[in-house]
């Protein structure tokens, strides 16, 4: 109705400045505080990466083992908690996930302190945390115990005996590390986009995590991974493909896995991940879902000049798949991976807070008469 410029999904619009991470869509770069994600990618962990992210510097030594320790000592969740998962445990995991977060709060015993420093903690307690829960979930719905966290082992390796009950093999552990670090943080995806809005009504850090795994939920963000293996197993095999993805695509439909409002080129974690997808097939002599995703990128090859490429989606359903995790997990690993980003997105927000309130262009009518209930037809 007004003279004004819609910018629908706020496409191509800055909200504000960051320092937390940059996305060069066009060359296909990512950096968080700087740092070139491969070289986070080959050389970090992703207790290193959290610490990266929330303080905005590498750690030295002492720092990183003490963030290393204080994670780990704060895996552990209530018993009230436990009992809570279990009474949800037949929901999709990232409901869960969304539900419980929310309940920590609970657990607060510091929830009036709403200063920085109780906040980044929050965040980082959230982050040690989130592992534990999406393993209680898993093992209790399977009928099987919950197994307390081993302070011992890694973040990702701690993570992957949660819910197997099993110390994991060093290189998978290694391949989970580094498929958190590749997914904690992601400039205003409409996750981040979501916890920043409701940090910015000067809610809590509960409140903005909670709402930031709400978001990440959706197929065209978060679920696409639990989507891609779908696709797979729709394909059943290579020889599928094409016909799949024609009938697919003339029919509206979309392949999971691909395309990106950023990336206008291949996304670089996505390219970092295609290579961990192939090793790992053949270490673990299951070549099956890389072969089929592998087919379904070349059929893919007509739309990469209209920007549509694999994104981080792609190939991590195959990763997963190969390391016996659950599809409906997926998701939920995307999440644990990306509290740290969220946290530092919060704080950045904090620091420098002004109220999100977009507008909306009213096109309805306009004082229209009110007619009495007893008149209506
Ligand atoms: N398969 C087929 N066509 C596609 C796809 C796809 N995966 N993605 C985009 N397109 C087409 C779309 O049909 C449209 O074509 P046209 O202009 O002819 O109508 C064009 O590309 C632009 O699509 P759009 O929806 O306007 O672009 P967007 O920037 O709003 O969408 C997206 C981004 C991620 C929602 C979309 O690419 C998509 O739905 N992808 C599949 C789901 C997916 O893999 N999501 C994970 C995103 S990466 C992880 C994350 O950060 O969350």
């Avoid at 979930?137 to 701690?158: C, E, F, T």
């Avoid at 809610?203 to 065209?220: E, H, V």
Wanted: proline share 4%; charged share 25%; glycine share 6%.
């Amino acid at each position: 109705m007004a003279d004004v410029t819609i910018h629908r999904g706020l496409k191509e619009i800055y909200l504000d400045r960051t320092k937390s991470s940059y996305i060069d869509g066009k060359n296909g770069k990512l950096y968080y505080r700087g740092f070139n994600i491969n070289e986070l990618a080959n050389n970090s962990t992703f207790e290193e990466v959290s610490y990266l992210l929330i303080h905005g510097e590498l750690p030295s030594k002492s720092e990183l083992a003490e963030i290393t320790k204080w994670m780990a000592d704060a895996r552990e969740i209530p018993s009230g908690i436990i009992t809570l998962i279990d009474s949800i445990k037949h929901l999709h995991p990232m409901d869960v996930l969304r539900t419980i977060i929310s309940a920590l709060a609970a657990f607060d015993n510091n929830l009036a302190d709403e200063s920085m420093d109780a906040n980044i903690e929050r965040g980082l307690s959230i982050t040690a945390k989130a592992p534990s829960i999406v393993a209680a979930h898993v093992r209790l719905r399977n009928g099987d115990k919950y197994i307390p966290p081993n302070p011992n082992l890694s973040h990702a390796a701690n993570f992957m005996y949660m819910l197997y009950g099993r110390e994991p093999d060093l290189m998978d552990a290694k391949l989970i590390d580094k498929d958190l670090i590749l997914h904690a943080e992601h400039g205003l995806n409409a996750s981040s986009f979501t916890a920043r809005v409701v940090a910015s009504t000067q809610s809590d850090m509960y409140s903005a995590l909670t709402a930031g795994i709400a978001a990440l939920k959706g197929p065209a963000h978060g679920g696409a991974a639990e989507g891609v293996m779908k696709q797979a197993q729709e394909i059943g095999d290579e020889s599928n493909t094409a016909e799949y993805v024609n009938n697919l695509l003339s029919s509206g439909g979309r392949i999971m896995g691909f395309g990106h409002r950023v990336y206008k080129t291949a996304d670089p974690r996505a390219l970092i991940l295609k290579v961990d997808a192939k090793n790992l097939s053949e270490r673990k002599g299951n070549p099956k879902w890389f072969t089929i995703l592998q087919s379904l990128a070349v059929c893919m090859e007509p739309y990469e000049k209209k920007g549509i490429c694999e994104n981080v989606d792609f190939w991590t359903g195959a990763i997963y798949n190969l390391l016996e995790i659950p599809d409906d997990i997926f998701v939920s690993i995307f999440a644990l991976a990306r509290i740290p980003g969220w946290t530092a997105q919060v704080a950045e927000q904090l620091n420098n807070n002004i109220l999100i309130r977009p507008l909306l262009d009213y096109v309805g009518e306009l004082d229209k008469p009110y007619v009495a209930i007893e008149e209506r037809k």
